[in-house]
């Protein structure tokens, strides 16, 4: 799904206990980085929230939609093979989801915690997909959590404002894999540039610029 300047975004209704807007130093970078961008291409992997649309619509931006999350978070059985001896998750079954986008196409894709809850020898197929739509100089932006952040892994997050962002609470659920290093994180870029920014949450926020 996608929509534009020109269209209504998807309105969802409020998780509860959500939490006040967070600045992030990464979005601050990113929109920086597309200071001369008139209009940018963004995917969104999350849940759809009406005030992400509505802050890439404000800037311009074409936005597609394509919530991966929800998935991998509720552990959806298609997503798993299990007729062998060890279960065998099938990321084709996930990568359905999203729209038809032209390779090279977008100025980025708003990840969140998608590579903290992929297996991770699915990770190299899946950033090399996502990189795959991105044009030169594209982003993937997202999250990484720190090893004593264990628990967290339904957590939502979205934008309030283009640097801003909301959650609704840090979680309980534990995270299924290992914390991803930042060095693990550089090997899986093509390019090899990836942006850290700490935070207080627990989460480092990274920008994957190819």
């Not at 309105?11 to 130093?25: C, I, N, V, W, Y």
């Not at 929109?31 to 800037?59: E, K, N």
Request: with cysteine; proline share 10%.
């Amino acid at each position: 799904m996608s929509v534009n300047a020109n269209q209504e975004g998807v309105t969802r209704p409020a998780p509860p206990g959500g939490k006040p807007a967070t600045p992030s130093r990464a979005l601050e970078w990113l929109w920086q980085h597309f200071s001369s961008v008139s209009y940018p291409q963004i995917l969104d992997c999350g849940r759809v929230r009406q005030s992400t649309v509505d802050a890439l619509l404000g800037r311009g931006s074409k936005v597609y939609l394509a919530d991966l999350l929800t998935p991998l978070q509720r552990a959806e059985p298609a997503l798993w093979d299990r007729s062998g001896k060890h279960p065998l998750f099938l990321l084709a079954e996930l990568l359905k989801q999203l729209p038809d986008i032209p390779p090279a196409s977008l100025s980025a894709v708003f990840c969140w915690h998608l590579l903290d809850l992929v297996p991770r020898d699915a990770l190299p197929t899946l950033v090399g997909r996502m990189s795959s739509l991105l044009g030169p100089g594209g982003v993937l932006f997202g999250f990484l959590r720190e090893p004593y952040l264990a628990q967290g892994a339904e957590a939502a997050w979205w934008l309030e404002g283009l640097t801003t962002l909301g959650n609704n609470g840090q979680g309980k659920e534990p995270f299924p894999y290992p914390v991803l290093t930042n060095r693990e994180m550089e090997r899986l870029v093509p390019s090899g540039t990836v942006k850290t920014f700490l935070t207080r949450s627990g989460r480092r926020e990274i920008l994957a610029v190819k």
